[in-house]
């Protein structure tokens, strides 16, 4: 990476490592599992993503709209100046430029957190362009550093790559659909009630994040084996957690936060690795 060894721009992904740390234990997990030179990158793209979801989500007592459009511009202006004093988007843009991430994901993720802004009935095509913004197209980003250049293979592979952080997002609205709603006035899913949120509904969910996980498999076991087991152990911890809200009514799941534990995180960890390692994935 360029000017990867000076002392600025390693503080600026200490910075973004720190970040991801502190903000997802289970994804910090999965990076550890990458090849070492995927982890800044990865890394760098966390960062980003995480700290426009903090815009949105939580600056309640800021104008949030506006901190989110100057957001926008120094994002636009570290990837054209080629530097930041922001450290998360000094980061960032090196990554952006190094693996030659379009602007057209980072603008379709940006527009995405801008929904977020507003309280919306989501229609289904609404529902569709945000799932591509805010969790495919980071997927995208991803896969762009997994394949470091190689362009057949990012084809070969962008479908399934799509569809796996489609299921991730999708897990997560279900999860978290009461404090999507309490905390935020938000529901997600198209034609859905939370006040009448029924076990037909919820079912219906289920099929399409199982059938969104099917198809990202077909792409996990593809992967450059230094991206693999990363990406296979999140897809084991996400799967996981479906067949755990699987098992919960629809009152419950509006009522509770459905998780999994730390121990059984340490154990998917142990057989997925035992799997890597016997290429029998």
């Known amino acids: 990476m360029e000017n990867a060894n000076t002392l600025y721009s390693r503080s ?33 793209v966390y960062g980003f993503v995480r700290f426009a979801d903090e815009i949105v989500d939580t600056f309640h007592d800021y104008d949030k709209e506006e901190l989110l459009k100057n957001f926008r511009q120094d994002t ?4 054209q100046d080629k530097i930041s ?35 919306y009935v989501y229609t289904t095509d609404m529902y569709k362009k945000y799932i591509y913004g805010s969790a495919e197209v980071v997927g995208l980003m991803c896969l762009r550093i997994f394949c470091d250049g190689n362009e057949g293979q990012y084809q070969s592979l962008k479908a399934s790559a799509s569809r796996l952080g489609a299921a991730f997002q999708k897990v997560n609205f279900l999860r978290d659909i009461k404090s999507d709603y309490e905390d935020r006035g938000r529901v997600y899913f198209p034609n859905v009630d939370y006040h009448t949120f029924s076990e037909a ?81």
């Open 76 to 79: 636009y202006k570290a990837i």
């Open 12 to 44: 600026c992904y200490e910075c973004s490592k720190l970040v991801t740390n502190r903000y997802s234990t289970s994804f910090s997990m999965g990076i550890r599992l990458f090849e070492k030179k995927l982890r800044m990158p990865i890394c760098a």
């Open 201 to 281: 509904d919820k079912q219906a969910i289920e099929r399409d994040i199982n059938a969104d996980f099917d198809n990202a498999y077909e792409g996990i076991v593809k992967l450059p084996r230094g991206a693999r087991l990363g990406v296979y152990l999140a897809y084991v911890y996400y799967t996981s957690l479906t067949k755990k809200i699987t098992r919960q009514s629809a009152a419950r799941l509006a009522d509770q936060r459905i998780r999994v534990s730390d121990r059984r995180k340490v154990i998917l960890l142990f057989k997925s690795s035992i799997k890597h390692q016997f290429n029998i994935l």
């Open 85 to 119: 004093l922001n450290p998360i988007l000094h980061t960032f843009q090196q990554v952006v430029r190094m693996y030659n991430i379009e602007m057209e994901l980072i603008d379709a993720f940006l527009d995405s957190m801008a929904m977020d802004l507003d309280d």
